[in-house]
C-alpha cells in the first residue's frame, strides 16, 4: 500500500511539475514546425492557398480561403476541413487574432497540409450597400449559413471534397461559431461529420452579447449534434465547460483537453506538441468511421 502511495504521489508531483513548465514557459519561445502557406490571387492548383468566392457571390466583396494539398488531383476524393476565425481587433500582448480568414491555421496545422482539403470560411455583413466579410462577431447569421452551406457543397462537388467527412473548426470565436452557426439549423447541421473547437463553446458564457446566447437557445441549438464527436480544448480552467457540457447530457461525444499554455491563440497548432499529436489522433478516429 505505501509503495501504491508513493507511486500515486510521484505522479501527481510530476504532472504538476509539467504544468507549472508549461505556465512558466512562453508558447512563442518552442519553435514551429509548420508555415501556414500565404494567401495568392491565383487559381485553385495542388499544393496553393488561393483567395476564393463561390459561385453567384461574384458581385459581392466576400471572399474564403481554399487550399488544395499537394496531392490533390481532379479525380481525388478529399476530407474537408472547414475554418471559422476568432474575433478580429484581439490582442493581449503576445496573443493576436486579425479576424480574417486569411490568418486561420487550424486546418493547416491539424494536418500538416496534408491528403485534406482546407477551406476557411468567413462571417458576412452587410456595409455599406453591399455584402462583404466581417472581422468581429457574426455580422448576418443568415447571409453567413448561406454562403457556409453553398461553398461546403461546391467545393465537394468541384474540387473532390468529400462530403462523408467535413470536419467544422474554428478558435475563439470561430469556437463559438462551430455550434452557433454550425447547428443554427437543420439544413446546415447536415453538413458536418464532426466539429473542432478551441478556446470557447457556444452556450457556456451567456454573457458574451450576441442574440440567443443564453442556455436554453444554445441547448436547441446544441441538440442537433445528435453522437457526433467533437474536440474542445482551452487555456486556464475547463471547470465551467464541464459543468455545462455535464447538464446538457451531451458530454459522452466530447473529447476535452487542457491546453497547458496561458496563450489566447490558434498558433500552438503550428508548434510540435502533445496536445497536437492527441488532436491529429482524434481527427484520425474521426475521419475513419
Request: aromatic share 12%.
Amino acid at each position: 500500500m505505501f509503495h501504491k502511495f508513493i507511486c500515486f504521489f510521484l505522479c501527481l508531483l510530476f504532472f504538476s511539475v509539467m504544468i507549472l513548465r508549461a505556465e512558466e514557459q512562453s508558447l512563442y519561445e518552442i519553435p514551429t514546425d509548420l508555415t501556414v502557406p500565404a494567401v495568392i490571387n491565383e487559381k485553385p492548383q495542388a499544393g496553393r492557398r488561393v483567395r476564393f468566392t463561390t459561385p453567384d457571390w461574384e458581385k459581392t466583396n466576400v471572399y474564403h480561403t481554399l487550399y488544395l494539398p499537394p496531392d490533390w488531383t481532379e479525380q481525388s476524393r478529399l476530407p474537408v476541413i472547414v475554418e471559422f476565425p476568432g474575433n478580429g481587433g484581439y490582442r493581449n500582448g503576445q496573443d493576436v487574432s486579425d479576424g480574417t480568414v486569411d490568418g486561420c491555421m487550424l486546418g493547416y496545422g491539424l494536418t500538416a497540409g496534408k491528403n485534406a482539403i482546407w477551406i476557411c470560411l468567413p462571417f458576412v455583413k452587410e456595409e455599406q450597400e453591399t455584402l462583404q466579410n466581417c472581422e468581429t462577431w457574426w455580422g448576418s447569421v443568415e447571409k453567413t449559413k448561406q454562403y457556409c452551406i453553398e461553398t461546403v457543397e461546391d467545393v465537394c462537388q468541384r474540387f473532390g471534397g468529400d462530403s462523408r467527412r467535413v470536419i467544422l473548426a474554428g478558435f475563439s470565436r470561430g469556437s463559438i461559431a462551430c455550434f452557433y452557426i454550425g447547428l443554427h439549423d437543420d439544413n446546415i447541421a447536415r453538413l458536418w461529420t464532426g466539429f473542432f473547437c478551441h478556446s470557447h463553446l457556444d452556450g457556456v458564457n451567456e454573457k458574451w452579447g450576441y442574440a440567443n446566447a443564453d442556455h436554453g437557445s444554445a441547448l436547441k441549438r446544441l441538440k442537433r449534434l445528435g453522437t457526433r464527436p467533437v474536440w474542445f480544448s482551452q487555456e486556464g480552467n475547463l471547470d465551467v465547460t464541464k459543468r455545462y457540457l455535464k447538464d446538457t447530457g451531451l458530454a459522452e461525444h466530447f473529447e476535452i483537453e487542457l491546453f497547458l499554455y496561458p496563450n489566447h491563440t490558434a498558433v500552438w497548432i503550428l508548434r510540435d506538441l502533445p496536445i497536437r499529436q492527441k488532436a491529429r489522433l482524434w481527427l484520425k478516429k474521426v475521419e475513419e468511421k
